[in-house]
């Protein structure tokens, strides 16, 4: 059977009080360094990427990675101008790494944990030549034929990289309308017009290039990066994906001014039954588009500010740079978490009753702790596996402090990264507790991605650095609390291609009491499916849940799936010793039908 995944954690035993994170990057076969072609010139580009994706391309029930890389900026520069050296002969460009951990655990089917987790490079192999100045990454079935391909952000030309199912890639960037020349940041695949087709949205940021670089200052004078502020905002691009395997350009159905993207994600926000776009904008409002279906295509209007989430507290538009939607509080609906520059504190945007939203990052104990750094990749995930969920936030600067040695680091962006425990429902800031988080020296840290990169029913992560190392980060709680998991993946029919139900929302029942045990824990009662938001990247679609098997009540796990068409169906999957431990899969029209309610 193959093994795929929403997880669902069981366990007796007591509940770690940190994750127990363990930096695997040497032996993981992942050898990737970033390289942003600096010269001392302090071209804007340099510090924006860089990203990457995790999918299983090859279909085995792993999870493998790509990376984006970057390149020389200056045409009248060489390699060796390079501010940070790059090795000679060895070739820039993205790479694709697959995940062995599936074989090897094959071999080894009564201790699966001991196979390690292990990646092999095959690029090459794969026919990906992606050389671009990368940025970031997204992964999903764009043609509906059961394979996921891969979409590459660029400081320049975007590039489609299509699966042929055969471990190959060609690029179809051309032929299928989704060549972009902006100056990308990130994307979401999800179906905007509700036909089974993905769509694409592309966040595109600033009118940046190396002609019309400028040159700006630190307080004391000295030469730094500018600010997004000195370049003018890119629109943002819409493909709508056709029945003929080809997108339109429909970018004029979003409303203007452009923002200066760089996030955003997909979810049903006005609770329609339509998916809507919510964007992370760098020194701009950022947008709320919620989409109308009509006959000729969806139709977006910006109602951020309407519903709150365009400015902080007190009506300021903030350097928004990564983002995630999540149910943190358990109580049915989702609130949003974006990052910010330094002295921008990050904004929890926590939707009420009303079903508005309110800036409530101080009372949920996020606003101060994050005064002093500049934060980019994010995510909500169950990090220490108690049931509810807690942040994992990247950071490091993009502007020089005044008075930096930069003789002795020619680049001294670097800042810890940091963990925010759910403690209670308040966020408590616990990076000391996971010391492998920063790996000793902090980093320019981008993006954060998420996934059971072992299918051990606990969450991984991969910390991508600008001008670094990527780390590998393999989670032990699961091993070492001797729990049990159950897992799900949820997927539309296989007429529509059997692909990930990217834009479907997962409805579950309230937990019985024995789930919160003595921490009042609160899971969430709804879990968007998908792989979006973030920063420049794209991140594992399953979803994790924890229950108590000491609990007699819990014999089910029931909960219903609103998919992208709009139509819903309920499901109960039975946790006993035939079901934990493994993943199943949840398709669409096997469960049972939910009827409308009919409106008078």
Request: proline share 5%; aromatic share 8%.
């Given at each position: 059977?193959?093994?795929?995944?929403?997880?669902?954690l069981?366990?007796?035993?007591?509940?770690m009080?940190?994750?127990?994170?363990?930096?695997?990057?040497?032996?993981?076969?992942?050898?990737?360094?970033?390289?942003?072609?600096?010269?001392?010139?302090?071209?804007?580009?340099?510090?924006?990427?860089?990203?990457?994706?995790?999918?299983?391309?090859?279909n085995?029930?792993?999870?493998?990675?790509?990376?984006?890389?970057?390149?020389?900026?200056?045409?009248?520069?060489?390699?060796?101008?390079?501010?940070?050296?790059?090795?000679?002969?060895?070739?820039?460009?993205?790479?694709?790494?697959?995940?062995?951990?599936?074989?090897?655990?094959?071999?080894?089917?009564?201790?699966?944990?001991?196979?390690g987790?292990?990646?092999?490079?095959?690029?090459?192999?794969?026919?990906?030549?992606?050389?671009?100045?990368?940025?970031?990454?997204?992964?999903?079935?764009?043609?509906?034929?059961?394979?996921i391909?891969?979409?590459?952000?660029?400081?320049?030309?975007?590039?489609?990289?299509?699966?042929?199912?055969?471990?190959?890639?060609?690029?179809?960037?051309?032929d299928?309308?989704?060549?972009?020349?902006?100056?990308?940041?990130?994307?979401?695949?999800?179906?905007?017009?509700?036909?089974?087709?993905?769509?694409?949205?592309?966040?595109?940021?600033?009118?940046?290039?190396?002609?019309t670089?400028?040159?700006?200052?630190?307080?004391?004078?000295?030469?730094?990066?500018?600010?997004?502020?000195?370049?003018?905002?890119?629109?943002?691009?819409?493909?709508?994906?056709?029945?003929?395997?080809?997108?339109?350009?429909?970018?004029?159905?979003?409303?203007?001014?452009?923002?200066?993207?760089?996030?955003?994600?997909?979810?049903?926000?006005?609770?329609?039954?339509?998916?809507?776009?919510?964007?992370a904008?760098?020194?701009?409002p950022?947008?709320?588009?919620?989409?109308?279906?009509?006959?000729?295509?969806?139709?977006?209007?910006?109602?951020?500010?309407?519903?709150?989430?365009?400015?902080?507290?007190?009506?300021?538009a903030?350097?928004?740079?990564?983002?995630?939607?999540?149910?943190?509080?358990?109580?049915?609906?989702?609130?949003?978490?974006?990052?910010?520059?330094?002295?921008?504190?990050?904004?929890?945007?926590?939707?009420?009753?009303?079903?508005?939203?309110?800036?409530?990052?101080?009372r949920?104990?996020?606003?101060?702790?994050?005064?002093?750094?500049?934060a980019?990749?994010?995510?909500?995930?169950?990090?220490?596996?108690?049931?509810?969920?807690?942040?994992?936030?990247?950071?490091?600067?993009?502007?020089?402090?005044?008075?930096?040695?930069?003789?002795?680091?020619?680049?001294?962006?670097?800042?810890?990264?940091?963990?925010?425990?759910?403690?209670?429902?308040?966020?408590?800031?616990?990076?000391?507790?996971?010391?492998?988080?920063?790996?000793?020296?902090?980093?320019?840290?981008?993006?954060?991605?998420?996934?059971?990169?072992?299918?051990?029913?606990?969450?991984?992560?991969?910390?991508?650095?600008?001008?670094?190392a990527?780390?590998?980060?393999?989670?032990?709680?699961?091993?070492?609390?001797?729990?049990?998991?159950?897992?799900?993946?949820?997927?539309?029919?296989?007429?529509?291609?059997?692909?990930?139900?990217?834009?479907?929302?997962?409805?579950?029942?309230?937990?019985?009491?024995?789930?919160?045990?003595?921490?009042?824990?609160?899971?969430?009662?709804?879990?968007?499916?998908?792989?979006?938001?973030?920063?420049?990247?794209?991140?594992?679609?399953?979803?994790?849940?924890?229950?108590?098997t000491?609990?007699?009540?819990?014999?089910?796990?029931?909960?219903?799936?609103?998919?992208?068409?709009?139509?819903?169906?309920?499901?109960?999957?039975?946790?006993?010793?035939?079901?934990?431990?493994?993943?199943?899969?949840?398709?669409?029209?096997?469960?049972?039908?939910?009827?409308?309610?009919?409106?008078?």
């Amino acid at each position: 059977m193959r093994l795929l995944a929403l997880g669902l954690l069981v366990s007796a035993g007591a509940v770690m009080a940190a994750p127990s994170l363990v930096d695997v990057t040497k032996t993981s076969g992942v050898d990737f360094v970033h390289f942003n072609g600096m010269t001392g010139r302090l071209y804007y580009a340099e510090t924006v990427g860089a990203g990457g994706a995790l999918l299983d391309y090859d279909n085995d029930g792993d999870l493998d990675l790509f990376l984006v890389q970057g390149h020389l900026l200056g045409g009248d520069r060489q390699l060796s101008d390079a501010l940070i050296a790059w090795p000679e002969g060895q070739p820039l460009r993205d790479r694709l790494f697959r995940n062995d951990h599936h074989a090897r655990a094959a071999a080894e089917p009564a201790r699966p944990a001991a196979a390690g987790l292990h990646f092999t490079d095959v690029t090459e192999t794969s026919g990906i030549s992606s050389t671009g100045y990368g940025i970031g990454a997204s992964a999903a079935d764009v043609d509906n034929d059961g394979d996921i391909d891969l979409y590459v952000l660029n400081f320049g030309r975007n590039t489609l990289w299509l699966n042929q199912g055969d471990g190959t890639f060609v690029e179809a960037t051309k032929d299928t309308g989704v060549d972009d020349p902006s100056f990308s940041v990130a994307a979401s695949f999800t179906d905007v017009d509700q036909d089974h087709r993905l769509d694409l949205y592309v966040a595109n940021y600033v009118n940046f290039s190396l002609v019309t670089t400028k040159q700006c200052l630190t307080a004391r004078g000295e030469k730094d990066y500018c600010g997004p502020g000195a370049f003018k905002p890119q629109a943002d691009s819409l493909f709508i994906n056709q029945a003929t395997g080809t997108f339109r350009n429909q970018s004029a159905r979003l409303p203007v001014p452009a923002g200066a993207g760089m996030g955003v994600l997909s979810a049903d926000f006005d609770t329609n039954g339509s998916v809507d776009y919510y964007v992370a904008n760098d020194l701009n409002p950022n947008q709320m588009l919620l989409s109308t279906l009509a006959k000729d295509g969806p139709t977006f209007s910006d109602e951020a500010l309407l519903y709150g989430t365009a400015l902080n507290k007190d009506g300021e538009a903030e350097a928004s740079m990564g983002l995630d939607a999540a149910d943190f509080d358990g109580d049915g609906d989702l609130d949003l978490f974006a990052t910010h520059f330094r002295r921008e504190s990050n904004t929890l945007y926590v939707r009420e009753e009303s079903g508005f939203y309110s800036d409530q990052s101080a009372r949920f104990g996020l606003a101060q702790p994050s005064w002093p750094r500049t934060a980019f990749g994010t995510r909500f995930t169950d990090l220490d596996s108690d049931g509810d969920l807690d942040l994992v936030v990247a950071n490091g600067a993009v502007t020089l402090q005044p008075g930096d040695d930069r003789d002795k680091d020619p680049y001294p962006l670097g800042e810890p990264n940091q963990f925010f425990r759910n403690d209670g429902g308040r966020y408590v800031d616990a990076s000391s507790t996971v010391p492998a988080l920063s790996g000793g020296i902090p980093s320019v840290s981008r993006s954060v991605l998420t996934g059971d990169l072992d299918n051990d029913g606990d969450t991984d992560l991969v910390i991508t650095n600008n001008s670094g190392a990527v780390q590998v980060l393999v989670n032990n709680w699961e091993r070492e609390a001797a729990g049990t998991w159950l897992g799900l993946d949820v997927r539309l029919a296989a007429k529509h291609g059997g692909r990930p139900a990217l834009g479907a929302t997962v409805m579950f029942d309230a937990d019985p009491p024995a789930v919160r045990a003595a921490k009042q824990q609160r899971p969430p009662r709804i879990v968007r499916v998908h792989n979006d938001g973030g920063y420049a990247s794209a991140v594992d679609h399953r979803i994790l849940r924890r229950i108590n098997t000491t609990d007699q009540t819990a014999q089910h796990l029931r909960f219903a799936v609103a998919w992208p068409d709009g139509k819903r169906e309920n499901f109960a999957i039975p946790i006993g010793p035939d079901t934990v431990a493994r993943y199943h899969r949840i398709v669409q029209g096997t469960g049972a039908a939910v009827k409308p309610v009919a409106t008078p």
